[in-house]
């Protein structure tokens, strides 16, 4: 009993080494996609940050499914629910991120960068507890 408590626990804190791995990697690359749009090729903020996180998302899907929870028996719900997670977790970022920039006239990129922070935690939440939650859904 108490070997099977470590062995869990060894686990949870291995794949939450790797989810922090994968997001910061995948931060990274959204805010290069998003920086490299607007700052090199002038692109709309609007459309320079959901073309961000639409490359971003499908990194971390990849990743996250593989390497973190290596869950590949339920791929139909788990791309699902992965992109049921993001659109709620996104459309919380764009809120803010609009609202920072037009209602309260903070800095374009400082408003990038905090609802990237608001982004990634909602996600986090949303992947551990939802979408890929262990369950048999047989």
Known sequence: MQSNMKTVQNDLFCQIIKFSIVGVLNTALTLSVIFILTKKLHVFYITANITGYVIGVMNSFF??????????????????????????????????????????????????????????????????????????LT
């Not at 982004?119 to 939802?130: H, I, P, Q, S, T």
């Open 63 to 136: 990743w996250n499914k593989i390497w973190v929870f290596k869950s590949g028996n339920y791929y139909i719900w788990e791309l699902g629910s992965f992109w049921l997670n993001v659109g709620i977790c996104y459309l919380l970022q764009l809120g803010l991120l609009i609202t920072l920039k037009e209602e309260f006239g903070i800095n374009q990129d400082l408003a990038i960068v905090a609802g990237m922070v608001m982004y990634a935690g909602c996600n986090f939440l949303g992947n551990r507890l939802f979408v890929f939650h262990k369950r048999n």
